[in-house]
């Protein structure tokens, strides 16, 4: 595996770290981690800049799917200063239905020198109706 697949293995890692946070002063330091001061993100639903509108963008999320979490789905595949990946929101509740996945979705993510996101092009491969 070169360096530079682990830098994006990484950078990948916080990023699900920030996605995962749930009290918001987990939150704040997950997204300071993750991303540059002036990063982005943008999916269709969402179109923000800095660490404030990314961890309230992140914090919704959570307020919408109660009881679930974001997870890597497959490889993370990258070259130079940009990383592409798959994920899926599980639910975490155990028995019958635990574990279903009602949205899933493709992100690119690129670079700073420090391997701090600056930017994220996120795509929503499956959501539910009405969400």
Same mark, same amino acid.
């Given at each position: 595996?070169?360096?530079?697949?682990?830098?994006?293995?990484?950078?990948?890692?916080?990023?699900?770290?920030?996605?995962?946070? %749930?009290?918001? #002063?987990?939150? /704040?330091?997950?997204?300071? $981690? *993750?991303? !540059?001061?002036?990063? =982005?993100?943008?999916?269709? +639903?969402?179109?923000? %800049?800095?660490? #404030?509108?990314? /961890?309230?963008?992140?914090? $919704? *999320?959570? !307020?919408?799917?109660? =009881?679930?979490?974001?997870? +890597?789905?497959?490889?993370?595949?990258?070259?130079?200063?940009?990383?592409?990946?798959?994920?899926?929101?599980?639910?975490?509740? =155990?028995?019958?239905?635990?574990?279903?996945?009602?949205?899933?979705?493709?992100?690119?993510?690129?670079?700073?020198?420090?391997?701090?996101?600056?930017?994220?092009?996120?795509?929503?491969?499956?959501?539910?109706?009405?969400?």
């Amino acid at each position: 595996m070169s360096a530079n697949t682990e830098r994006h293995k990484n950078a990948v890692a916080r990023y699900f770290e920030a996605w995962n946070a %749930r009290d918001p #002063e987990a939150l /704040a330091k997950a997204v300071t $981690a *993750a991303w !540059a001061v002036d990063g =982005g993100y943008t999916d269709p +639903l969402a179109d923000v %800049r800095g660490h #404030e509108q990314i /961890a309230a963008v992140i914090a $919704a *999320a959570h !307020a919408q799917f109660p =009881g679930f979490a974001f997870r +890597l789905a497959g490889a993370v595949d990258g070259h130079h200063d940009t990383a592409r990946f798959s994920w899926e929101l599980v639910s975490e509740a =155990g028995g019958a239905g635990g574990g279903s996945a009602p949205v899933a979705g493709s992100d690119v993510i690129t670079l700073d020198s420090r391997d701090r996101i600056t930017a994220v092009l996120g795509f929503l491969d499956r959501v539910p109706d009405g969400a």
